[in-house]
C-alpha cells in the first residue's frame, strides 16, 4: 500500500504526508487537509484492484478534495479499472466491515 500511493502521489505531482492504517468500520481510507492518508486495514482483504482503487481514490483528494469531476478524472488515470473497484466494494464491502 505503501509503495502504491507514492507511485500514484508522483503521478499528478502530490505527497502524502502521512500514511496511517486504522481500524475503521465505516470507510476504505480518507486523505485529510494536511495531506495524510489512512486507510481500512480489512483492505488487506478485498483483490489487489479494489486496494488499487482506494488508493486512487484518496491520492486523488491530495488534489482534489472533492468529489467532482475533476477528482473523478484524476481518479480514472491513476486507476483505469476504478469502476470494478467502485462495483466490488458496493457488493462486498459490508460483509467486510463487520470483520473484527
Known sequence: MLCLH??????????????????????????????????SWRLVMAPPGVLDYVVAHEVAHLAHMNHGPEFWDTVDSLCPNASNGRAWLSENGSALHRIG
Open 6 to 39: 507514492q507511485t500514484k502521489a508522483t503521478q499528478i505531482g502530490k505527497k502524502a504526508t502521512r500514511i496511517t492504517i486504522r481500524d475503521t468500520r465505516t470507510r476504505w481510507g480518507s486523505c485529510s487537509f494536511k495531506g495524510c492518508l489512512s486507510f
